[in-house]
């Protein structure tokens, strides 16, 4: 049978959000090889811990010029992959592809995606499940039944702490980290400094301000070394970063610390149990931080942090409802119809939630999920808490879909979708993108007056 292609060619925590996708298709196209193009300084060490797939590296793509697939998805947005993508013979594509200098995007979910690109904000789509829905069911996912983190003995009061993220903006200062050290030894637990090799000066930073001996494995554990290592941990305290998604996968219980440019809804731990701290500021899930630095990163000190991982380590993250902490909110992964969801356990609902929530119902309504009843059912919500801004709501959607009729500002639709305010951007941002990818064709017309067609139709 013809080999399927996976090409995830970015960092770490990419590469293991694309194990669910890589077990959902060995369920869906049984008898099919499955090879995954990926770095190889994070496929080598993860090929024992992640589903069983033949990697290929990058240098690999001659010897597959001429192989015939039966299905392509490509998960990189690095140009040699779109070309790569773009040349090989497929019987099905997914995913961003370049053919004489030009890249499209194949796929609805794909296309969805590349539309949040700065445009975000109401996004409610984790990244693992958009890998997946343009070639697996949603029935497919929505039964997959991930194992709950593991609880260790009550005795066991190991915590690892990951200090680093992509970008320093993704994680705490060092002082935050050796202030967290003291709150959790007053509380009887061990911390464990964690991090790479890139991590080694920031982790002799933290150990100098602790001015006390500190555990540390900085530097000195391979990724699927962590992986084992975290057998003995009670849990990982860590920002947004690929360990963490290597945590999570793996079982070891998350208290993830979502600041800065990131958004726990798309890259927060993907599987359920797992606890989600981040700002309560309005700006919260940025793509890139309009500060000269975070400020949603005041929010965290040390002692709340403690406070949570005590609760949530001795009575259950569900004991953490109610818990106040002005400035931040509380969140437990879970599922919703099958889709990653944030159960929010101490803040009252936003507007900005029920927002996200009727995109999220549309979008799937929009690609053939029926979910008509679920959009009326949050507009309703919106309507009787909100009606000022409902009222707002329905004359900016009358306005765009008019300026896509030609009954008004057409160029507004095209080229100046991010000047509307943010929440018709969903719409706008992705017709935008979707009227381009498809070059304007009459048939991607048509498709974006239905689509605001449809949407106005729920706020009837």
Known sequence: MKPILVIQMQRM?????????LLWLQRTYPGHPLWVMAEPQFAQPLKTIGPEVVYLHPHDQPRIMHEGFALIINLSHRPESHILAGRLNT??????????????VAGNWQEYRASVVHNNRHNRFHWADLNALDVISLDTIAKTTWPPPRTL???????????????PDKRPTPVFWANLINDLEKRAFVPILLGGPAERDLCTEVQRLSARPVATACGRLSLDKLAFFGQELAAMITPDTGPMHLAAWSG???LNLSMGPVHA???GPYQPGHVVIRSARDCVGCWHCRFESP???????PARIATVLSIMLKDGPQRLAGLQLPGLEIALTSRNQGLFHLDFLSSRAKIGQLLGAYWHYFWQEAFGMDQEKSCRMVWKKIQANHEPLAASFRVISLTFLKSLTGTGNTQLALDAWNTLPPMIRPLSGYISLHLANH???LSSRKRALFLAEKHLSFLS
Do not use: M, N
């Open 13 to 21: 925590g990419d590469l293991i959000l694309t194990f669910p996708l």
């Open 265 to 267: 809804w798309e890259t």
């Open 439 to 441: 070059d304007f064709h």
């Open 153 to 167: 003995a009550r005795h066991e009061h190991q915590i690892g702490l990951f200090l680093g993220a992509s970008a």
């Open 91 to 104: 019987e099905q594509l997914v995913g961003r592809y370049s053919r004489d200098g030009v890249t499209h």
């Open 295 to 301: 400020r949603c990163q005041e929010d965290f000190t």
């Open 252 to 254: 070891l219980k998350v």
